[in-house]
């Protein structure tokens, strides 16, 4: 079992930054792929970025590719989001997961367990 606990946002102005923390518990923190997803209302929710479990690499929906930054500090038992040049497009309640799959999880279904999200909000 992994307990996710989401952190970090807020209401900020476009073109602003924001980091996101994801601090999990539980079992070993090295074990998974950690994940960002995101869910504007109205919508379903939707990937945004992924550290892989096997070898560090990460990857990006195209929409926040060169804003966002996924990264991990092991010793902590987090994963962060950083998120810059941000636009109203990117509100959304943001969840971090983690997956046990040593591939590329991209998927809702890929992800094991999830935090319970953390609101972002971007005024134009």
């Known amino acids: 079992q992994v307990q996710l606990v989401e952190s970090g946002g807020g209401l900020v102005q476009a073109g602003g930054s924001l980091r996101l923390s994801c601090a999990a518990s539980?079992?070993?923190?090295?074990?998974?792929?950690m994940g960002w997803f995101r869910q504007a209302p109205g919508k379903e929710r939707e990937f945004v970025a992924v550290?892989?479990?096997?070898?560090?690499?990460?990857y990006y929906t195209d929409s926040v590719k060169g804003r966002f930054t996924i990264s991990r500090d092991n010793a902590k038992n987090t994963v962060y989001l950083q998120m810059n040049s941000l636009k109203p497009e990117d509100t959304a309640v943001y969840y971090c997961?983690?997956?046990?799959?040593?591939?590329?999880?991209?998927?809702?279904?890929?992800?094991?367990?999830w935090g319970q999200g953390t609101q972002v909000t971007v005024s134009s």
């Open positions: 539980g079992r070993t923190f090295s074990d998974y792929a």
């Open positions: 997961a983690a997956s046990r799959w040593l591939g590329l999880p991209m998927r809702n279904i890929n992800y094991d367990y």
């Open positions: 550290l892989t479990r096997s070898s560090g690499n990460t």
